[in-house]
Structures are given as C-alpha cells and as structure tokens.
C-alpha cells in the first residue's frame, strides 16, 4: 500500500493508476499533497507501489548528457508576461497549432492550485508564470494518457516529480483507460 511512503514527491501517479479511485490526494500537517487509501476501497491491487517514482527508479533516457539552453521568446510582451523568457509559450503555441493539448498549473478564483489541460492560444494566459506551490494534478495523467492514444500532442509542463510521475505512469503496462 501506498501510504506513507517516505520521501513522498506527491506526484499522483498513484492516484491516477488505482483501478478502485481508493486514492485521494490531502494536505499533509505540513500542506503537501500526500496520497491517502480508502482502505474500504482499496483492493490491494500494488499498482500504487509498482507505478511509484520514489519507490522505483525511473529511467530517463532522454538526458544522457547534462546540457544547458539559452532562449527567449521575440514577442516582448509575452516575455513580460512570462517567467521562463516565454519559451514555455513558444512550445505551447506549436502544440496547439498541430491540434494539440498543454497542460499545465492554473489558479482558480478561490487562489487554487489546479493543473489543467488548454487547446487554444488564447487560454495559454491561464499557464504562464511561476506558481510556487504544489498544483493538484486530478486526473491529468489519464487525460495525458487518452489523448496519446488518439496520436494527439501534448505538453506537460510540471516540477520534475510531476514529469517524473507522468513517465510512471505512462509507461505502466496495467493501465486501464
């Protein structure tokens, strides 16, 4: 079972694979977002502990190499705009326009944290910038998941643990969409 694994990222690639929605993710007394089991629901299945970044490394076969790059977006008021030189745009707008889904972290109205998924150029505004708090990922991954089936592009942007439960979860051969 999944809870209380130690050095929890609070990736959600365990809530996403459970089969039973057994797993939610909750404040901890600290405020991260921590897997919780309903152990009524819970069928003891071990995909949560299987798919578990922390728990079982994962490979990253794209970086062999360490390696730096410099970039910045020419339209100065994206830049303004942006946090990253607005490269996270320029990636965004080339996925959209090849019929593509961004995901990424907004705020709602109530200042929460969500990360969701645009199709269009004029919803990118909801993404850009630095948000330095956990985002709750919800269903992301499986959506992530569905629309790869469908050989449509995507984007995820997320800190490195989100990325790292993202690649969990989508090189995991028991998932069910």
Same mark, same amino acid.
């Given at each position: 079972m999944i809870q209380n694994v130690p050095y929890c990222s609070g990736c959600s690639a365990c809530a996403n694979?459970?089969?039973q929605n057994a797993i939610s993710?909750?404040?901890s007394s600290e405020g991260f977002l921590i897997p919780i089991v309903n152990e009524d629901l819970?069928?003891?299945?071990?995909?949560? +502990?299987?798919?578990?970044?922390v728990l079982n490394l +994962?490979?990253?076969?794209?970086?062999?190499?360490?390696?730096?790059?410099?970039?910045?977006?020419?339209?100065?008021?994206?830049?303004?705009?942006?946090?990253?030189?607005? +490269?996270?745009?320029?990636?965004?707008?080339k996925v959209i326009e090849e019929n593509g889904v961004v995901f990424g972290a907004a705020l709602d109205k109530g200042l929460?944290?969500?990360?969701?998924?645009?199709?269009?150029?004029?919803?990118?505004?909801?993404?850009?910038?630095?948000?330095?708090?956990q985002s709750q990922i919800?269903?992301?991954?499986k959506q992530v998941k569905s629309l790869l089936l469908k050989e449509r592009p995507v984007l995820y942007s997320g800190t490195p643990c989100q990325i790292a439960g993202?690649?969990?979860?989508?090189?995991?051969?028991?998932?069910?969409t």
């Open positions: 694979i459970c089969p993710m909750q404040p819970c069928s003891k299945c071990g995909l949560c +502990v299987k798919i578990c970044p +994962v490979e990253n076969d794209c970086v062999k190499e360490p390696k730096a790059f410099a970039a910045k977006i020419n339209d100065e008021d994206i830049r303004r705009q942006s946090s990253s030189g607005g +490269v996270f745009t320029a990636l965004a707008q929460n944290l969500f990360h969701i998924g645009v199709e269009t150029i004029e919803e990118l505004s909801k993404l850009r910038g630095s948000k330095y708090f919800g269903d992301t991954y993202l690649y969990a979860y989508l090189r995991n051969k028991n998932i069910k």
